[in-house]
């Protein structure tokens, strides 16, 4: 006898759909096949819906800007839980050593939240570079944020700026050990931002913010990682990327024999100069152009950009008066994967390049598979049942963001999760949270120190 089985369903991998019934037991998947004569505590009929794996979102961020913390992480984790994502990937960015930081969260973490989380944590100091073997090896966390443009004006409380000492002394740490330990980079270039930024604001013009930051400053970032991470062996994740030549340096990159992964993110797949809002959406990296969001579209089809993150932010109406004192951000958490079925609806990707990106890529790069992101007998039981017919239109009073704005409100998307499943126990069902604070749990991830040649 089963806890669960879900039949009548279209399951999807990355390989095939195909129609059969999912067994659960013990919070793992343990059968699939015929529902002929089986039996189960519950029993659901998906009325030939898909099946996919939970999303997981490999760029989360709890508590920005400045909300308390444990709030944030309920918001945080159910915004995941009503849009489809059972496992996030947060930033731990705290002003303390790496050790404690995870100490002092991961109580916290399992308290409130509603879905499962591993953690990334930033790089700011020698300190914390001399602590990646232990973190990676024993703590259970291997990747790590280099905040590239983030100091003087940019700087953001433990946000303080980085060197080249401290990319190459991080590098070099990370490049000693194995996958999936890795190097997750924010690339843009601080220094020429400070100087067209203070231009525009000397002639008194109120640019788009893309053109603060244009496309080169993006791909300059880049150019000067990879050439870090040739020296080093250290493998490279391109967070958040958002032009049309980032791809081909991806293409570059692993040409010149580097291990180079690429994300991007909803928001830059879909908003542009022509259809968001210049203060309400100010993020960084900016919002490009339409040419950007075909461009990405592009490479999310043809392999090149492995993942999709989400990379919310979840800023208030109060902190979005004008272009320049703005605090970046925006949320998108709960839309992600619905702008993805949307565009599988368009015909930019299929329905299993869809799991690919908002799945199964994100669950082996960061060394999550296959206990996560995918269906298969001895995975956890992280499923979604969903309607890729359904058009539903955004609307504020709908959404768990602990901000009170969303650049989609009023967009229609087409294609949407309606129940959400974690280990086997349904935690959303039609946008309602059925789920229970503190079932989330922290799911650790460990690299080993490469053998000497």
Known sequence: MFDLLLKNGKIVTTDRTYEAAIGVKGGKIVYIGTDDNMEAKEIVDVGGKYIMPGGIDPHAHIQWPNWDWEEDCECTTKTAAAGGITTIIHYLNEPIDLIEQLETRLPMFEKHAFVDAAFHEGIFDMNEVSEIEEMSTKKGICSYKFYLP????????????????????????????????????????????????????????EP????????????????????????????????????????????????????????????YLVLNIDNCDNVRDKRNPPIRRKEDNEALWKALADGTISTVGSDSGDVSSKDKKDIWSAIVGTSETQTMLPIIFN?????????????????????????????????????DADMIVVDMDLVRE???????????????????????????????????????ILGERGYGRYVPRYAKIKESE
């Open 343 to 379: 565009g599988v609806n368009e015909g930019r990707l299929s329905i299993n390049q869809a799991v690919a990106v908002t799945s199964t890529n994100a669950a082996k790069i960061f060394g999550l598979y296959p206990q996560k992101g995918t269906i298969e007998v001895g995975a």
């Open 394 to 432: 955004v609307k504020q009073e709908d959404l768990y963001y602990i901000s009170d704005i969303c650049p989609y409100i009023g967009w229609k998307f087409k294609g949407w999760p309606v129940e959400t499943y974690l280990r086997g126990t349904r935690i959303m069902k039609d946008n309602k």
């Open 150 to 205: 983030y100091k003087g004006t940019e700087a953001v409380g433990n946000l303080t700026g980085i060197d080249d000492g401290i990319i190459f002394a991080g590098f070099r740490e990370i490049g000693k050990l194995t996958a999936p330990a890795l190097a997750c980079i924010h690339a843009e270039n601080y220094d020429v931002y400070n100087i067209l930024r203070n231009e525009f604001m000397e002639k008194g013009i």
């Open 208 to 267: 788009y913010w893309t053109d603060t930051r244009p496309n080169w400053v993006e791909v300059e970032s880049i150019r000067k990682v990879v050439s870090f991470a040739k020296p080093t062996g250290c493998p490279l994740y391109l967070v958040h990327l958002t032009t049309r030549e980032a791809p081909g340096e991806i293409i570059k990159a692993r040409a010149e024999g580097v291990t180079c992964y690429g994300e991007t993110c909803p928001e």
